[in-house]
Each structure stands twice: as structure tokens, then as C-alpha cells.
């Protein structure tokens, strides 16, 4: 009895311990690539599962002021949409401020939604997949070690704790493969909320900025079950970003 | 040799070989599938076929599923409550490409200077006066008001997009489960595709578990009743299993699947494979009983020699005309056709062979006389009375049968070919509760898309489109038209001011067209804007939702269509399910006019070589074309439509009914060849043969009977008609062709009859 009492609770602590240690890492993970500011050009190629492809080539920056995350995206190719412009206003406690511009229309629009669009730019990659995900919304698993195109890694299981959150995300869980010694991820395994694996994201070309934090010049995201990729190339990047806020005002898209 | 004695000779042979070749038809009968899929029956060149293949190759090849919720005010916060439950509960699976419902439908409009984007239902109201207000809004919504949301708000619909990963009875139990996870007092019907095939599916396994076994039992105690003897049961009774056996496994065999027409294959077997072993049981029970000295063998030897020929042309007559199935347009009647006529003629070989020889094995049995074989008897009292009225009054029986063939065939102005799907299951299934829905409050349940090439930003395609929305949404039967033009325009209405030039229009360049559609793709998912148009932007698709009852309806769309299309044809596909089932429905036309005339020709032909006459063959197809055409008046006046069920029977009533009038051309030409007058001829034929055709007749017609238990009222209506064709064919062969006889005197029934002339012979005993 006394024997089963103390493997039951050496299992429970390891578990426990385990537990911790998945989350600590996801988050050393998050942390790891927090760049915060930056300025960049990336091409994204969006290709369907009989090989026809669109390419979309952007400038992206963000910057925070105060408690406002600001970020601009605008067009660069195809020519037809060249010029076109988005600005997100991010904030903490409300719900996001967007505007659009688009040179056709020769005005900037305000667009007020209460729902946010789930495909980022149209691609594979969702919104959700672009922004840091909140710790507390996951209950974290340590599915154990594995090699990765050569490095070692942690297989760690994000599981959403309900379906509101599922739904939120468009994923019930995600495996990740993270580096033991620099905490990148470099492999994403995102399942459905029927538990089949849907979409698998590879990031690659990390490279080490100056302030310590890596970033990855490039992410491919495939789903599997419609056959459908897409790859986003960074072309240029600048961690921190020189723009002023007045770049980031909604008179300024037309510019 | 005599076939008599090569019988008896090789019997043993005969019995195992024939038992051998069931034995081995038993194991593919396992791998029997049911292909309910009505769509699969068409032959993959026809035209909106081939077009839906092209249009699937490009926009995918999804199903729509409808479920439709039915409360007093589906704005009520338990069925709002329950419509959000359903819907987030199958979006989440990923089965369903799509999911729409009130729920997800958002309001995208311009509200001071910006493009506003929300859900029509921010929350569930909870107050009259919220409900109103919520109600108004909807209907100002036209993504919302009568597309997911009934007119008189009666109705909810959620429509379900299935990407057909999924099999049919996994589907419909899925969306059951789920309906049933989120119950409510609302009642809830379902209609789509998948869920017709998964009830077709079910119901043909079941229409083969009740209808074969009662259709066997139903047989054997006819023969038992006919018989009253173990033998005369067994052997005829063998002979319909056997064939049945056979027939079926010809199918796997020939890597076919079973249809729903297939479910008439067993029964047509049951109806038409067992007379030719009656006809051999018939003669040894009435050789016993007046030829006591005869021995078994000699029984056996003195059946074939009488038999042989007149049961060869009997079942040669029917599997002429099941054969005429060969040229039916819809796959699985080919099949049929093929497939019951090797069965026909394995029972015919059977007949011919293995009965005699299991006789020839069999101790004679007592001496039994057919107790229903009485001068008195009920055919003895109907064929005397129609042999007086034929011989007295032929004229009037020619003018009586014009009059009510005048009569039955008016219907045929009122005559209509089924449009759609809906009578393959009973008028009150949920499937077709939730179509009358469909149609009655919605824009309709029935789909039309068109595949436009060219490039899809180009503001000239956009008008292109945007005038065949306003055009047919002018016309009656159209509830809905949507394309990338509606998109384009919808979103014009928020990004500019209702004052603003380019409000509510398609832009006039292809750059705003293209952030347009930009701006679309990066708010929604990728896959969204897929279904207006291609990946590559060079391919549109226009989306036509409407109703129809009659097919006329469906070609005046096709029609305006056409005008709309004007030079430019080429450059539009026309397709969706609608116009499948449309197509299977008209082919069901060409296709029995096809076998008809397949039948009509091979049986006037057969007539013309029987008779070595061309008039025997146009007398004698007389009754057919009456049986026919009158039947089809009959379904005019009684509003049986014609369907890929419905349309099989004239082939199949021809191959029976011409059995009946060889016959009697056979016997009264015999008669004439004994010297009798005509009068005398046909008094005597009624009275000899008459009562063994009326027996034959009615044996089938009991066969087919069993069919009116179908779960498919489209099979019992086939019951209905082929019983109402055969007593044609009968009344044709007893009474007109006896009265024309009379009448005309024609030559060929003057012909000296040739000494191997039997046919008479099958009823004489």
C-alpha cells in the first residue's frame, strides 16, 4: 500500500514537474524570438494543391507606443494592388482599430469589425499564428525529445482548454519541436478540432539579432488536408523600427 | 436424336452441371454493392454531366446539405440558441467545407465615413423589443432574409457545404447526432444529396429483405395452390431460386452495383422465370392422370417433345423485349436489361433441361388433377361471356376499344416527365418536407451554376455577370443569383458612401476590382472567395438558386440563359445537380423510346418470322401499342409521372403481353386449319387456351404485386402500371385481337400450319 502511495505521488510530481517544464519552455520559446519592433520586406507565395501559385510581395512595420501596438502593412506587387495599405491599431484592453486604404478608391477607410479575419493575408499562416499565444489559455505537455534537421529538441503539446479557445485559434492542439539550446521552434503541428493533423508550419533561417532575440527569415505552413502552402521569405529585416508615430496615423496610407 | 431422349441420356450431367453453375453464381452474391447515387445512372458522356464534371474539376466537387428548423418565431431565444449550438458544433467539423446560418451571417455596410462588418446577431435578443429590431435588420440583410431565414421567420436554415469526404450513412448519422446533441421543440427536416442516397441505400436493402422472401413465398403458394404437389411446387420453384441466383451474381460478376431499379430484377425473376417450369409440371400432372400406363421416363420424354418449342418461343418473346432495355439511355436499365435477359434465358434453360431431367429421377407420383381446371370455373365463365360478345359483336368491341384507347390516351396531353428526385422517396419524407420548404420560403432547392472563363478582375466579365443577376432574378422561379459580381458590388455599398459614385456598382477598373477582391481574401478565409472564383482568377462561377415543378420551368431558365449568352457561349459552362436530374428525367424519355422501338421493331419482326407475315406482325403488335399508349394515358389522368422506374415498364409489358397474343393468333389459325369458321375458331380458342393464358397472366401480375409494399413510390407506382399494362395486353390478346380477326379475315391465319406448329399447344393441356 505504502509503496503504491509513494510511486503514485512520485508519478503525480514528475507529472507535475513535467507540466512546468513544458510551459517554461514554450515560454522561454516565445521569449526567445520577442523582437517587439521592426521594419520588413517579405514575399509571401501562396500555392494551391495543383501547383498554380500567387505571389504577394509587402512591407511591414510595427511599432508600440504606449500600450498600442502599431502596425502598417502595405503593398509593394502585384502592381494591380500595389499601394494598398492596412494599419492595425492593437490595443491591450479594447478591441483593434483598422483602416484601409486603397488606391483605387483614392481614400482611406476606417473599418470597424467585431470579428477578426481568421487567414493572415490570405494564406495559410492565420492571424493566430502571427501573434503570441496566451499561456493561460493552454494546458502544456512534455510529449518528450526528438531531433530536427540535426538539432535537439522538445516535443511540446499545447492543448486548448475549451472550445471557445479552439475556436478562437482554429486549432484543438499543437505539437511544437523547440531547440534544447536557443529555444526556437522549428516545426509547428497544428491538429483540427476533430483531432486529425491539418496544418504543419516549418521555420527555418533563424538568424540572431542584435538584441539577442533570433528571427526567422523564413515560414512555410502546408495543410495537409487541402494541399494548399504557403511560404513567407523576409527579404529585409530590421529589428526596431525608426518610423514616427505620425506614420502610423491613418492620413498617412495615402502616402 | 430426339432432345426427349438426350435429356434422359445426360441427366445426371444436366442436374450437376446446372447445380454446379448455381453453386458457383452463390459466391459473388456477397459482394453485391447498392449504388444509390442517382446521378452515377447517367452515362458519363451526357452533356450537364460532362459540364458538372468540369465545373467539379475547378470549384470543387461539394454537396449542399439544407437543414431546416421550424418553430413559431425561429427569432425566439431557444431555437436562435439552438440554430448558434448546431452551427458552431458542424462548422468545427471538417467534413463541412462551409457552414451558413444566421448565425455566421454578417452585415457589411458604410455607417459615417467607414466600412462596418458584423455579425447580423451580436447577441440573442431577449426582449420583444430587441426581436423586432433584430428582425427588421434582417430583413434589410440580403445575405440573411430568405436565404437563411424564412420570410414569415417560420423557418431557419442552416446550409451545410459537404466536401464528400465522408461516407453517406456516416454523414447523415453525424448530423443526426449532432441535432440530437442540441435538442429542442423545434421540428427539424433535412434534404441534400448524400441524405437521399443514404435512404435509397437503406431502403433498397430493406425493399430486397422483405419484398424477395414475400415475392418466393407468394409464388409457392400459387404453385401449391395450382399444384397441390410437392413436385409441382419444387421443380418451377427451383427453377425461379436458380435464376434469381444467377441473375444476381451477374452483377458483381460484370463489376456492375445494384440500383434502385435493380430492386425490380428479383421480382421481374419471381414474375416471369417460373412459368416455363409450370408448363412441364402442367404436362406430367395431366399425362398422369389420363395416361396411367405411362412410366416416369416416358412422361418426361413425351413433355419435352410437346414443350420444347412453344416454351422456347414463349421465353424468346420476353427476353426480346427485356433486351429492348439494352438501348435505354440510363446505365443501370442497360444493365437490367442484360442482366434479366440471361436470367430469363437461364430459366429457360433450366425449364428445358434440369426440370425433365429431375423428373425423369422421379417415382411417378398418384394421379392428380388440376382442381381449378374445371369447366366451371371463374376464366371458363369470363372467356365464354367474352367469346359471345367477341363472335356477336366484333364491330362494337373494335368501336369500345377505340373509344376507351381515344379516352385513355387524352392523358397523354396531361402526361409528365418527373423533374427532379423528389418521388424517389414518399411525398411526405422529411427530405421532401424540407424541399416543399425550400421551394415555398426560401429561393428554391434547386441549383444552377455556370462556369465563366475569362479574366475575373476585368470589369467587363463583373457587368457581364452582374446583368445575368438582374435579369433572371427577374424571372418567377428564381429566388437567388450569386457571383463575384454580388461580392464586388456588395462590398462597393461599404467601402463608399451611399453618395459616392461607385457606391453600390462594379468598379469601372480592373486595379480597384483587384484590391477589391485583395482586401476580401485578407479578412476571410482563403478558401471563401474560391467558391465565386478560381485560383488563378481566370474562371467565375454563377450561382442560380430557384424552384421548379415541371421541366418546362427548369428550360425556360435554360432558355433565357441562352439569350443572355448570345454569341458568346463558348465561353460559359452550364451545370449543377439540378440539371443532372434533369437531364436523367429526359433521358428517361429518349430511353424508353429507344427501347421501345427496340421492342416494337424486334417483336414485329419475330410476329412477321412466327406468321411468315408483315400483317400477323402489325395485328399482332396491335395490343402492345394499345397497352402502351393507354397506359400512359392512364398515368396522364392519374398523375403518375414518368421516372427512371415508371419508364421501364412498357419494354418489360411488351416482352410479357406478346406472349399472349401469339397464342391466340397460333390457335385460332390452327382452328382455322381444322375447318372451323372464324367465329367457331375463336369460340374454341378462348375456350381452350384462353384460361392457360389467363393464368399466365395473372400468375405475373401476382409476381409483380409484391412491388406495391416498396418503400419507393416510384416502384410502387411501376407495380400499379405493369399490373394495369399486363391486364391490356391480356383483355388486347382475348377480346380485340379475336374481334379484328373476325372482322378482317386476314390471309396468314389462313396458311397451312406446318406439322411442328405446337405453340397452341401450351395451354391445351
Same mark, same amino acid.
Given at each position: 500500500m505504502?509503496?503504491?502511495i509513494?510511486?503514485?505521488?512520485?508519478l503525480l510530481?514528475?507529472?507535475?514537474?513535467f507540466?512546468?517544464?513544458?510551459?517554461?519552455?514554450?515560454k522561454?520559446?516565445?521569449?526567445?524570438?520577442?523582437i517587439g519592433?521592426m521594419?520588413?520586406v517579405s514575399?509571401i507565395?501562396?500555392?494551391d494543391?495543383k501547383?498554380?501559385s500567387?505571389?504577394r510581395?509587402?512591407?511591414?512595420?510595427?511599432?508600440?507606443?504606449n500600450?498600442?501596438t502599431?502596425?502598417l502593412i502595405?503593398?509593394?506587387s502585384?502592381?494591380e494592388v500595389?499601394?494598398?495599405a492596412?494599419l492595425?491599431y492593437d490595443?491591450?484592453?479594447q478591441s483593434?482599430?483598422?483602416w484601409?486604404?486603397m488606391p483605387a478608391? @483614392?481614400k482611406v @477607410? @476606417?473599418v470597424?469589425?467585431?470579428?477578426?479575419?481568421?487567414?493572415?493575408?490570405g494564406?495559410e499562416?492565420?492571424?493566430?499564428?502571427m501573434?503570441?499565444?496566451?499561456?493561460n489559455? #493552454?494546458?502544456?505537455?512534455?510529449?518528450g525529445s526528438?531531433?530536427y534537421d540535426g538539432?535537439?529538441?522538445?516535443?511540446?503539446?499545447l492543448?486548448?482548454?475549451t472550445?471557445a479557445?479552439?475556436?478562437?485559434?482554429?486549432?484543438?492542439?499543437r505539437i511544437?519541436?523547440?531547440?534544447?539550446?536557443i #529555444?526556437?521552434c522549428y516545426?509547428?503541428?497544428?491538429y483540427?478540432?476533430d483531432? @486529425?493533423l491539418?496544418r504543419?508550419q516549418t521555420?527555418?533561417?533563424?538568424?540572431?539579432q542584435?538584441n539577442g532575440?533570433y528571427?526567422?527569415?523564413n515560414m512555410?505552413?502546408e495543410?495537409v488536408?487541402?494541399g494548399r502552402?504557403s511560404?513567407?521569405?523576409i527579404?529585409?529585416f530590421?529589428?526596431g523600427?525608426?518610423?514616427?508615430?505620425s506614420a502610423?496615423?491613418?492620413?498617412?496610407l495615402?502616402? | 436424336?430426339?432432345?426427349?431422349?438426350?435429356?434422359i441420356?445426360?441427366?445426371?450431367?444436366i442436374?450437376?452441371?446446372?447445380?454446379?453453375?448455381v453453386? =458457383?453464381?452463390i459466391?459473388?452474391?456477397s459482394k453485391?454493392?447498392i449504388?444509390p447515387d442517382?446521378?452515377?445512372y447517367?452515362?458519363?458522356?451526357?452533356h450537364y454531366?460532362?459540364?458538372n464534371?468540369? /465545373?467539379s474539376?475547378i470549384?470543387?466537387n461539394e454537396e449542399p446539405?439544407l437543414?431546416?428548423?421550424e418553430?413559431?418565431?425561429?427569432?425566439n431565444p431557444?431555437?436562435?440558441?439552438r *440554430?448558434e449550438n448546431?452551427s458552431q458544433?458542424l462548422?468545427?467539423m471538417?467534413?463541412?467545407?462551409?457552414?451558413y446560418s444566421?448565425?455566421q451571417t454578417?452585415n457589411i455596410?458604410?455607417?459615417n465615413g467607414s466600412m462596418v462588418v458584423?455579425p447580423v446577431v451580436k447577441?440573442?435578443p431577449?426582449t420583444?423589443i430587441?426581436?423586432?429590431?433584430?428582425?427588421?435588420?434582417?430583413?434589410k440583410?440580403?445575405?440573411?432574409?430568405?436565404?437563411v431565414?424564412?420570410?414569415?421567420?417560420?423557418y431557419?436554415l442552416?446550409?451545410?457545404?459537404s466536401?464528400?469526404?465522408?461516407?453517406?450513412?456516416?454523414?447523415?448519422?453525424?448530423?443526426?447526432?449532432?441535432?440530437?446533441?442540441?435538442?429542442g421543440?423545434?421540428?427539424i427536416?433535412?434534404t441534400?444529396?448524400p441524405?437521399l442516397r443514404?435512404?435509397?441505400?437503406q431502403?433498397i436493402s430493406r425493399?430486397l429483405? /422483405?419484398?424477395l422472401p414475400?415475392?418466393?413465398?407468394?409464388?409457392?403458394l400459387?404453385?401449391?395452390?395450382?399444384f397441390?404437389e410437392?413436385?409441382?411446387v419444387?421443380l418451377?420453384?427451383? =427453377?425461379?431460386v436458380?435464376?434469381?441466383i444467377?441473375?444476381m451474381?451477374?452483377?458483381?460478376?460484370f463489376?456492375w452495383e445494384l440500383?434502385?431499379?435493380?430492386?425490380l430484377?428479383?421480382?421481374?425473376?419471381?414474375?416471369?422465370?417460373n412459368?416455363?417450369?409450370?408448363?412441364?409440371?402442367a404436362?406430367y400432372q395431366?399425362?398422369?392422370?389420363n395416361?396411367?400406363d405411362?412410366?416416369?421416363?416416358?412422361?418426361?420424354q413425351k413433355s419435352?417433345?410437346?414443350?420444347?418449342?412453344? *416454351?422456347?418461343?414463349c421465353?424468346?418473346t420476353a427476353i426480346?423485349? /427485356?433486351?429492348g432495355?439494352?438501348?435505354?439511355?440510363l446505365?443501370p436499365?442497360?444493365?437490367m436489361g442484360?442482366?434479366t435477359g440471361i436470367?430469363?434465358?437461364?430459366?429457360?434453360?433450366?425449364s428445358?433441361?434440369f426440370v425433365p431431367a429431375?423428373?425423369?429421377?422421379m417415382?411417378?407420383?398418384?394421379p392428380h388433377t388440376?382442381?381449378?381446371a374445371k369447366s366451371?370455373?371463374f376464366?371458363?365463365?369470363?372467356l365464354?361471356?367474352s367469346?359471345?360478345?367477341?363472335?356477336?359483336h366484333?364491330?362494337a368491341v373494335?368501336v369500345?376499344f377505340?373509344i376507351?384507347f381515344?379516352?385513355?390516351?387524352?392523358?397523354? *396531353?396531361i402526361?409528365?416527365?418527373?423533374?427532379d428526385?423528389?418521388s424517389v422517396l414518399?411525398?411526405?419524407?422529411?427530405f421532401?418536407?424540407?424541399?416543399?420548404i425550400a421551394?415555398?420560403?426560401f429561393?428554391?432547392?434547386?441549383i444552377i451554376?455556370?462556369?465563366?472563363?475569362?479574366d475575373a478582375k476585368?470589369?467587363?466579365?463583373?457587368?457581364?455577370?452582374d446583368?445575368?443577376e438582374?435579369?433572371l432574378e427577374k424571372?418567377?422561379?428564381?429566388?437567388s443569383?450569386?457571383?463575384l459580381a454580388?461580392?464586388i458590388?456588395?462590398?462597393s455599398?461599404?467601402?463608399?458612401?451611399s453618395n459616392?459614385a461607385?457606391?453600390?456598382?462594379?468598379?469601372?477598373s480592373?486595379?480597384a476590382?483587384a484590391q477589391?477582391i485583395?482586401?476580401y481574401?485578407?479578412?476571410?478565409?482563403?478558401?471563401? &472567395?474560391e467558391?465565386?472564383?478560381?485560383f488563378n482568377?481566370?474562371?467565375?462561377?454563377l450561382?442560380?438558386?430557384y424552384?421548379a415543378?415541371?421541366?418546362?420551368?427548369?428550360?425556360s431558365?435554360?432558355n433565357?440563359?441562352? $439569350?443572355l449568352a448570345?454569341?458568346n457561349?463558348?465561353?460559359? *459552362?452550364?451545370?449543377?445537380?439540378?440539371? =443532372?436530374?434533369?437531364?436523367?428525367?429526359?433521358?428517361?424519355?429518349t430511353g424508353?423510346?429507344?427501347s421501345?422501338l427496340?421492342?416494337?421493331? $424486334?417483336i414485329?419482326?419475330l410476329l412477321?418470322v412466327?406468321?411468315?407475315s408483315f &400483317?400477323?406482325?402489325?395485328?399482332?403488335?396491335?395490343p402492345?401499342?394499345?397497352?402502351v399508349?393507354?397506359?400512359?394515358?392512364i398515368m396522364g389522368w392519374?398523375?403518375?409521372?414518368?421516372n427512371?422506374v415508371t419508364?421501364?415498364l412498357?419494354?418489360i409489358?411488351i416482352g410479357?403481353?406478346?406472349?399472349?397474343?401469339i397464342?391466340?393468333?397460333w390457335? /385460332?389459325?390452327w382452328?382455322?386449319?381444322?375447318g372451323? %369458321?372464324?367465329i367457331?375458331?375463336v369460340?374454341?380458342t378462348?375456350?381452350?387456351i384462353?384460361r392457360g393464358?389467363?393464368?399466365?397472366?395473372?400468375a405475373?401480375?401476382?409476381?409483380?404485386?409484391v412491388l406495391?409494399?416498396?418503400?419507393?413510390?416510384?416502384i410502387?407506382s411501376?407495380a400499379?402500371?405493369?399490373?394495369i399494362s399486363l391486364?391490356?395486353?391480356?383483355?388486347?390478346a382475348?377480346v380485340?385481337i379475336?374481334a379484328?380477326?373476325?372482322?378482317s379475315?386476314?390471309?396468314f391465319? %389462313?396458311?397451312?400450319?406446318k406439322?411442328?406448329?405446337?405453340?397452341?399447344k401450351?395451354?391445351k393441356?
Amino acid at each position: 500500500m505504502k509503496t503504491s502511495i509513494i510511486i503514485t505521488t512520485l508519478l503525480l510530481t514528475s507529472i507535475s514537474l513535467f507540466s512546468q517544464t513544458a510551459q517554461e519552455i514554450s515560454k522561454k520559446s516565445m521569449s526567445a524570438t520577442d523582437i517587439g519592433n521592426m521594419e520588413m520586406v517579405s514575399t509571401i507565395h501562396i500555392s494551391d494543391s495543383k501547383g498554380n501559385s500567387r505571389v504577394r510581395q509587402i512591407t511591414t512595420a510595427s511599432k508600440q507606443f504606449n500600450e498600442v501596438t502599431k502596425m502598417l502593412i502595405k503593398f509593394i506587387s502585384p502592381a494591380e494592388v500595389r499601394g494598398t495599405a492596412l494599419l492595425i491599431y492593437d490595443y491591450e484592453k479594447q478591441s483593434d482599430d483598422m483602416w484601409i486604404y486603397m488606391p483605387a478608391l @483614392r481614400k482611406v @477607410r @476606417r473599418v470597424v469589425s467585431s470579428e477578426k479575419g481568421k487567414s493572415f493575408m490570405g494564406s495559410e499562416f492565420t492571424n493566430a499564428d502571427m501573434s503570441k499565444p496566451n499561456v493561460n489559455d #493552454f494546458e502544456y505537455s512534455m510529449l518528450g525529445s526528438e531531433m530536427y534537421d540535426g538539432n535537439s529538441c522538445w516535443k511540446i503539446q499545447l492543448k486548448c482548454k475549451t472550445e471557445a479557445i479552439q475556436n478562437e485559434n482554429g486549432f484543438s492542439k499543437r505539437i511544437s519541436y523547440i531547440d534544447k539550446n536557443i #529555444f526556437v521552434c522549428y516545426k509547428v503541428e497544428n491538429y483540427g478540432f476533430d483531432g @486529425r493533423l491539418q496544418r504543419i508550419q516549418t521555420i527555418r533561417s533563424y538568424k540572431k539579432q542584435s538584441n539577442g532575440k533570433y528571427f526567422a527569415y523564413n515560414m512555410v505552413m502546408e495543410n495537409v488536408q487541402t494541399g494548399r502552402k504557403s511560404e513567407l521569405v523576409i527579404e529585409k529585416f530590421q529589428a526596431g523600427s525608426q518610423l514616427s508615430e505620425s506614420a502610423f496615423a491613418p492620413t498617412a496610407l495615402e502616402k | 436424336m430426339e432432345k426427349s431422349l438426350l435429356i434422359i441420356r445426360y441427366r445426371w450431367w444436366i442436374i450437376i452441371a446446372t447445380l454446379l453453375c448455381v453453386t =458457383v453464381c452463390i459466391i459473388p452474391l456477397s459482394k453485391i454493392h447498392i449504388n444509390p447515387d442517382l446521378e452515377s445512372y447517367l452515362p458519363s458522356t451526357m452533356h450537364y454531366r460532362q459540364n458538372n464534371m468540369i /465545373i467539379s474539376k475547378i470549384f470543387g466537387n461539394e454537396e449542399p446539405i439544407l437543414i431546416v428548423l421550424e418553430s413559431s418565431d425561429v427569432l425566439n431565444p431557444l431555437t436562435m440558441k439552438r *440554430v448558434e449550438n448546431l452551427s458552431q458544433a458542424l462548422s468545427r467539423m471538417t467534413v463541412f467545407k462551409r457552414v451558413y446560418s444566421i448565425s455566421q451571417t454578417k452585415n457589411i455596410s458604410s455607417e459615417n465615413g467607414s466600412m462596418v462588418v458584423n455579425p447580423v446577431v451580436k447577441y440573442i435578443p431577449q426582449t420583444t423589443i430587441e426581436r423586432e429590431k433584430l428582425r427588421s435588420e434582417i430583413k434589410k440583410n440580403d445575405l440573411a432574409y430568405k436565404l437563411v431565414v424564412s420570410d414569415d421567420f417560420h423557418y431557419a436554415l442552416i446550409m451545410l457545404s459537404s466536401n464528400k469526404t465522408m461516407a453517406d450513412a456516416e454523414l447523415m448519422k453525424t448530423i443526426r447526432k449532432t441535432v440530437d446533441k442540441f435538442p429542442g421543440t423545434e421540428k427539424i427536416t433535412i434534404t441534400g444529396q448524400p441524405y437521399l442516397r443514404d435512404e435509397a441505400n437503406q431502403k433498397i436493402s430493406r425493399d430486397l429483405i /422483405i419484398l424477395l422472401p414475400l415475392g418466393l413465398a407468394l409464388m409457392f403458394l400459387l404453385l401449391w395452390i395450382s399444384f397441390r404437389e410437392i413436385r409441382g411446387v419444387l421443380l418451377p420453384f427451383s =427453377v425461379v431460386v436458380f435464376s434469381i441466383i444467377v441473375c444476381m451474381a451477374l452483377i458483381p460478376l460484370f463489376k456492375w452495383e445494384l440500383s434502385l431499379i435493380g430492386v425490380l430484377i428479383p421480382i421481374m425473376m419471381i414474375a416471369i422465370s417460373n412459368n416455363y417450369g409450370v408448363y412441364f409440371v402442367a404436362r406430367y400432372q395431366d399425362l398422369n392422370a389420363n395416361e396411367p400406363d405411362l412410366t416416369m421416363s416416358e412422361i418426361v420424354q413425351k413433355s419435352v417433345s410437346y414443350l420444347f418449342t412453344p *416454351v422456347l418461343l414463349c421465353g424468346l418473346t420476353a427476353i426480346i423485349g /427485356i433486351l429492348g432495355l439494352v438501348a435505354h439511355l440510363l446505365v443501370p436499365a442497360r444493365q437490367m436489361g442484360i442482366v434479366t435477359g440471361i436470367g430469363i434465358s437461364f430459366a429457360l434453360v433450366v425449364s428445358l433441361m434440369f426440370v425433365p431431367a429431375v423428373m425423369s429421377l422421379m417415382k411417378k407420383g398418384k394421379p392428380h388433377t388440376n382442381p381449378s381446371a374445371k369447366s366451371n370455373g371463374f376464366f371458363y365463365s369470363i372467356l365464354r361471356g367474352s367469346g359471345n360478345v367477341v363472335t356477336y359483336h366484333p364491330k362494337a368491341v373494335v368501336v369500345t376499344f377505340s373509344i376507351f384507347f381515344a379516352l385513355s390516351s387524352l392523358g397523354l *396531353v396531361i402526361f409528365k416527365v418527373t423533374p427532379d428526385s423528389k418521388s424517389v422517396l414518399p411525398k411526405k419524407h422529411p427530405f421532401n418536407q424540407a424541399i416543399d420548404i425550400a421551394d415555398k420560403h426560401f429561393g428554391g432547392n434547386k441549383i444552377i451554376t455556370i462556369m465563366f472563363e475569362g479574366d475575373a478582375k476585368d470589369p467587363k466579365l463583373l457587368r457581364k455577370l452582374d446583368l445575368y443577376e438582374t435579369e433572371l432574378e427577374k424571372m418567377p422561379n428564381v429566388g437567388s443569383v450569386t457571383s463575384l459580381a454580388t461580392l464586388i458590388r456588395k462590398m462597393s455599398t461599404a467601402l463608399n458612401d451611399s453618395n459616392d459614385a461607385g457606391f453600390n456598382k462594379i468598379p469601372e477598373s480592373r486595379d480597384a476590382i483587384a484590391q477589391y477582391i485583395e482586401l476580401y481574401s485578407m479578412n476571410g478565409n482563403p478558401e471563401d &472567395i474560391e467558391q465565386f472564383v478560381n485560383f488563378n482568377y481566370t474562371k467565375s462561377l454563377l450561382t442560380i438558386q430557384y424552384h421548379a415543378d415541371k421541366i418546362s420551368e427548369i428550360n425556360s431558365i435554360l432558355n433565357r440563359l441562352d $439569350a443572355l449568352a448570345g454569341n458568346n457561349k463558348a465561353s460559359q *459552362v452550364i451545370g449543377g445537380y439540378s440539371l =443532372v436530374d434533369k437531364e436523367m428525367n429526359e433521358s428517361v424519355v429518349t430511353g424508353q423510346n429507344y427501347s421501345l422501338l427496340f421492342a416494337f421493331a $424486334a417483336i414485329m419482326l419475330l410476329l412477321s418470322v412466327i406468321f411468315r407475315s408483315f &400483317i400477323a406482325g402489325i395485328i399482332g403488335s396491335l395490343p402492345l401499342v394499345f397497352a402502351v399508349l393507354c397506359t400512359f394515358g392512364i398515368m396522364g389522368w392519374l398523375g403518375i409521372e414518368l421516372n427512371i422506374v415508371t419508364a421501364l415498364l412498357s419494354s418489360i409489358s411488351i416482352g410479357l403481353g406478346v406472349d399472349f397474343t401469339i397464342q391466340i393468333l397460333w390457335r /385460332i389459325r390452327w382452328e382455322l386449319a381444322q375447318g372451323s %369458321n372464324y367465329i367457331q375458331s375463336v369460340i374454341n380458342t378462348l375456350n381452350t387456351i384462353g384460361r392457360g393464358i389467363c393464368i399466365n397472366a395473372f400468375a405475373v401480375m401476382l409476381g409483380f404485386s409484391v412491388l406495391f409494399l416498396s418503400s419507393f413510390p416510384l416502384i410502387q407506382s411501376f407495380a400499379l402500371l405493369i399490373v394495369i399494362s399486363l391486364f391490356l395486353c391480356l383483355v388486347c390478346a382475348l377480346v380485340l385481337i379475336p374481334a379484328i380477326c373476325i372482322l378482317s379475315k386476314p390471309k396468314f391465319l %389462313n396458311k397451312k400450319l406446318k406439322s411442328n406448329s405446337k405453340i397452341f399447344k401450351l395451354n391445351k393441356s
